[in-house]
């Protein structure tokens, strides 16, 4: 069974940066398109990013467009999100899952953002 292991949240003040991580216990992670969700209080998870298996092509929900980055090490079965000039209302739980094909979801990272 694919598990999902996320780490690198925390406290943040505005303004500032996180880098979250995931490692994935899976055979065909350098063949799977990639994503990172996240997770508000009282809210659905949503899509925040994706990147393609090589990392030719990676997509932005529009509210984090600029300020986060997504990449990927397939030697290390991890994908990574950047994240930068981080506001209150980014704070959530991330999480990273497969695009297109949602498996069992890992406990996820918590972000918190202090105004």
């Known amino acids: 069974q694919v598990q999902f292991v996320e780490s690198g949240g925390g406290l943040v003040q505005f303004g500032g940066s996180l880098r979250l991580s995931c490692v994935a216990s899976?055979?065909?992670?350098?063949?799977?398109?990639m994503g990172w969700y996240r997770q508000a209080p009282g809210k659905q998870r949503v899509e925040v990013a994706s990147i393609t298996p090589r990392g030719g092509v990676t997509l932005y929900a529009d509210s984090v467009k600029g300020r986060f980055t997504i990449s990927r090490d397939n030697a290390k079965n991890t994908v990574y999100l950047q994240m930068n000039s981080l506001q209150p209302n980014d704070t959530a739980v991330y999480y990273c899952?497969?695009?297109?094909?949602?498996?069992?979801w890992g406990q996820g990272t918590q972000v918190t953002v202090s105004s």
């Open positions: 899952n497969v695009k297109h094909d949602i498996r069992s």
């Open positions: 899976s055979s065909d992670f350098g063949g799977v398109t």
